[in-house]
């Protein structure tokens, strides 16, 4: 007698049902997307500070203008999560409002620092999809919270297949998505789409980019994201992508991601 854990025909079953789970994922959205901007910190969080600029003001002045670009754009349905800054809202909450919402993809805008101030541009942030050493850990404790990704594992095996499954689709769509983004500055090096543990980011159910916009530790940089032109020009550039992005998700490849891992900040 053949010992059976599982009902006959469940391995069967069960293919069929994470096949369709495959196709489910990989088929993209038509119709508006529903974008959650959130300008990061506020409140007594202020982010970096450096020659008297405040990362969280920064943010919240390019997340609504690019809010109101969004808001005037019949492809999208947009909430910005924060529009002064004087309040905190803690990173759970972030994270609740964009599932109340039911968002499609969640944005997340922040400016960068970093010892070696001649270090500048523009960086894009997903969630972390291999190990990450211990300052990518650190640093996103210190600026963006801790994702401790274990407490929303499921324990089943069938679950724990959906949810891998779940994740991966969801990290390729973020990737994409950054994918468009880059494609908006033209330079002479690439800025990179990195992967870093950051609360936002692993905690949403739905794609997520956390976009730097910047170092405050950069003289130059610091100047150009204080004026108003350039924050303008910041917003339209984020809001052209993402309706790229929109207009081509039937067209999209289901590939395998290849970001770096985040190392710097």
Known sequence: MIYRPY???YYIRMKKWITLTIL????????????TIDPGHGGS?????HGGVIEAQ????????LYRHMKKDSAFETQILRTTDGKSIELEDRVKRSERFETDLFVSIHANANPNPKVSGIEFYIQNQLPVDEESLFLAHMEHGPANEQEKRPKGDVESILYDLEKSN???????????????????????IRQGPFYVLSQTETPAVLIEVGYLTNNRERKRLTHKDYQESLARKIHIA???YAKNM???????LKPQNAKTR
């Open 250 to 256: 039937d067209k999209l490849p289901f590939g395998i």
């Open 170 to 192: 969801k990290i390729l769509t973020s990737y994409q998505v950054s994918g468009y983004l880059r494609k908006k500055w033209q330079q002479r090096k690439r800025y990179p």
């Open 242 to 244: 993402l309706k790229d």
């Open 45 to 49: 969080e202020k982010g970096a500070v």
């Open 58 to 65: 920064v943010a919240l002045q390019i997340s609504q203008r």
């Open 24 to 35: 489910i994922l990989s088929t993209p959205v038509y119709g508006t997307l529903r974008v």
């Open 7 to 9: 009902p006959k025909g």
